[in-house]
């Protein structure tokens, strides 16, 4: 069993910047690949990015996020895992969703993961 729990997630103004983080519990062998997700109010969950974990590559970012997100994680057993939000816009307005599962499940499709988070909101106001 794997357990995560996001925080972090604020009301900001446009080109702020947040950090999420998502602590993660449970057999190490069941969140070899950690991911971000964002769901805005009427829409799908989208992917925002991934990370794997000891040498298993990554990050890896959604093309609306590239060079604005960075995913990192505090060792490679990734224990806690972090999102770090730069030049925020309006549009990444969402919960955004920690989610976990081995790496051979890992994929930018969320019916992929076993395990979730609650979730944390982050608005961005014009």
């Known amino acids: 069993q794997v357990e995560l729990e996001e925080s972090g997630g604020d009301s900001v103004q446009a080109g702020g910047s947040l950090r999420l983080s998502c602590a993660a519990s449970g057999a190490t062998d069941s969140r070899t690949c950690m991911a971000w997700f964002r769901q805005a109010p009427g829409k799908e969950r989208d992917w925002v990015g991934r990370?794997?974990?000891?040498?298993?590559?990554?990050?890896?970012y959604a093309d609306s996020v590239v060079d604005r997100f960075t995913i990192s994680r505090d060792n490679p057993l990734m224990n806690k895992v972090y999102l770090q939000m730069n030049s925020l816009k309006p549009e990444d307005t969402a919960i955004y969703y920690c989610?976990?599962?081995?790496?051979?499940?890992?994929?930018?499709?969320?019916?992929?993961?076993?395990?979730w988070g609650q979730g944390t909101q982050v608005t961005v106001s014009s």
């Open positions: 990370i794997h974990a000891n040498n298993g590559g990554g990050p890896y």
């Open positions: 989610a976990a599962d081995s790496a051979s499940r890992c994929s930018r499709d969320p019916s992929g993961y076993k395990y």
